[in-house]
């Protein structure tokens, strides 16, 4: 994933016209300008999802399975890409297991802020790649909703 401009977390990608282009040349154009090395297929195609709202976007998700000197080669790509630093501050890597307080890890992470479907499109690639069981990713969920933090108050009074 990658750390946004705005401080969201969000996956790589970008706006595809598809008068010019098809989902994946258009996708796979964005992602030379982000990550360079990286190329995907119809076969790659996950789900898409439909936002509401002033502005409706279709998003289209597509993930890959990568070996760990592709993602290496990705990382050290980014860092050099025409929006880093700009509109993109970094890769972030989610972490794929909790430790036993059983908040440290995946819970943890998932507590952050997402763009958009980001979130939903995480955890649908993580049950349907089969990348976390199915009940420690529930349990993951569920920890992070417990924990929804109080709002700080700055008032300064007494209680």
Not at 41 to 46: K, Q, S, W
Not at 127 to 152: C, D, F, G, H
Request: aromatic residues 8%.
């Amino acid at each position: 994933m990658q750390m946004r401009f705005d401080g969201l977390l969000g996956f790589p990608g970008g706006f595809v016209d598809r008068r010019y282009w098809s989902l994946e040349d258009g996708l796979n154009r964005v992602l030379g300008l982000g990550l360079g090395c990286v190329r995907l297929t119809e076969a790659d195609y996950l789900c898409s999802h439909l936002t509401e709202g002033p502005h409706r976007v279709v998003a289209h998700f597509y993930a890959r399975q990568l070996t760990l000197e592709e993602l290496h080669t990705i990382e050290i790509s980014a860092v050099h890409s025409r929006d880093h630093g700009m509109e993109v501050m970094g890769m972030v890597r989610v972490p794929l297991y909790t430790q036993k307080d059983r908040m440290g890890g995946l819970p943890n992470f998932l507590a952050n802020s997402f763009v958009g479907t980001a979130k939903f499109q995480l955890l649908f690639a993580l049950k349907i790649l089969n990348m976390v069981p199915e009940e420690k990713l529930a349990e993951a969920v569920a920890a992070t909703q417990r924990t929804k933090k109080a709002p700080i108050d700055h008032s300064g009074g007494a209680a």
